[in-house]
């Protein structure tokens, strides 16, 4: 069964870096695109990155545009989202998800797997 | 950017009641491209429903999506204790994703 789970979550220094990882298993991972969802304590759901089945396009919300990037090794299934110039509005809880989509097809467009999150802490 | 609003911000409703949810978009949004998606507290969100009407695998059929347009709408059709939750719809236009605010379906 897909399995995506994160790790590297922590609490840091405003104006610090963290790296999140997501390790993937239980379907191609090289064959989906993938995003990274964040939801702060007590909030709604945001959007914050999206990188092509083959790492070629990287999306990003307006909010972190600059300060995080998105990467992914389809030869160890992992996806990973570097945060720099983190600042407090980024805590969160940070999930990893898989995009329904296989390969460059267009439609439809939905997370159908979540991980169970990592949490960031952005505090001094 | 496509901001989307749902209402109401809280049903409270009983087992066994209809529960509609509305997401209304800022911008025409593509049926293809909008979904809804149910949470629990403590839990990761989980697909319902994408393309607007096609249930996510393994949901069932108590859970109906509609709408095209500005206005779509989740329909639960009889409430059972497990789908006490918070629901966020979901669109995707020009390589962004957005979140709706969620609607909370508590017992009444």
């Known amino acids: 069964q897909v399995q995506l789970v994160e790790s590297g979550g922590g609490v840091v220094q405003p104006g610090g870096s963290l790296r999140l990882s997501c390790a993937a298993s239980?379907?191609?991972?090289?064959?989906?695109?993938m995003h990274w969802v964040r939801q702060a304590p007590g909030k709604g759901l945001e959007w914050v990155a999206f990188?092509?089945?083959?790492?070629?396009?990287?999306y990003y919300a307006d909010s972190v545009k600059g300060r995080f990037t998105i990467s992914r090794d389809n030869s160890k299934n992992t996806l990973y989202l570097q945060m720099n110039s983190l600042r407090a509005e980024d805590t969160a809880v940070y999930y990893c998800?898989?995009?329904?989509?296989?390969?460059?097809?267009?439609?439809?467009?939905?997370?159908?797997?979540w991980g169970q999150g990592t949490l960031v802490t952005v505090s001094s | 950017e496509i901001v989307l609003t749902q209402s109401p911000g809280t049903l409270s409703l009983s087992p066994g009641e209809r529960a509609t949810l509305s997401c209304r978009a800022s911008?025409?949004?593509?049926?293809?491209?909008l979904a809804w998606y149910q949470q629990k507290p403590g839990q990761a969100p989980r697909l319902l429903i994408y393309?607007?009407?096609s249930r996510a695998t393994g949901i069932p059929d108590r859970f109906s999506g509609s709408g095209s347009g500005t206005d779509f709408t989740l329909t639960i059709s009889r409430l059972e204790p497990e789908d006490f939750a918070v629901y966020y719809c979901?669109?995707?236009?020009?390589?962004?994703?957005?979140f709706g605010p969620g609607t909370k379906v508590d017992i009444k």
């Open positions: 998800a898989k995009d329904i989509r296989y390969f460059d097809v267009v439609v439809p467009a939905a997370f159908d797997y």
């Open positions: 239980g379907f191609t991972f090289s064959s989906y695109g």
């Open positions: 393309g607007a009407s």
């Open positions: 979901q669109q995707y236009g020009s390589s962004i994703f957005t």
């Open positions: 990188i092509r089945y083959d790492g070629s396009n990287k």
């Open positions: 911008q025409s949004v593509s049926s293809s491209y």
